[in-house]
């Protein structure tokens, strides 16, 4: 059974870059099909797709974000690692990593619990 435990900062400040790790148990980020994802969900909105790395490493963005964000992965670890840069208070969401056969999806068929993460000063 795959399970995916997002880990990081609860608080960080603005300006600053913010780096969330996803750490898979029970399969491997480089089994072929998969992306693995990073969503974000901030106060009273909808779910947000911020992007993605598949089975053989090459990453995909929300345009939206793109200038901001970087995705990476360590297949020693079996992580993959969400950075975030120019932090606003508009970045406060909860993240969660995720994990489909389709690579820019709100709704994965699997998700971490989320992670809270507040940006201020």
């Known amino acids: 059974q795959v399970q995916l435990q997002e880990s990081g900062p609860g608080l960080v400040k603005p300006s600053q870059t913010l780096s969330l790790t996803c750490s898979v148990s029970?399969?491997?980020?480089?089994?072929?099909?998969?992306?693995w994802s990073w969503i974000r969900q901030p106060p009273g909105k909808g779910l947000e797709w911020m992007g993605a790395?598949?089975?053989?490493?090459?990453?995909y963005y929300s345009p939206s974000l793109k200038s901001r964000t970087s995705i990476s992965r360590d297949t020693s670890k079996n992580q993959f690692t969400l950075q975030l840069s120019s932090l606003t208070p508009e970045d406060t969401a909860v993240y969660y990593c995720?994990?489909?056969?389709?690579?820019?999806?709100?709704?994965?068929?699997?998700r971490g619990q989320g992670t809270q993460v507040t940006v201020s000063s």
């Open positions: 995720a994990r489909d056969l389709v690579g820019r999806t709100t709704t994965p068929r699997l």
């Open positions: 029970g399969g491997r980020i480089t089994t072929n099909y998969y992306y």
């Open positions: 790395i598949d089975s053989s490493g090459s990453t």
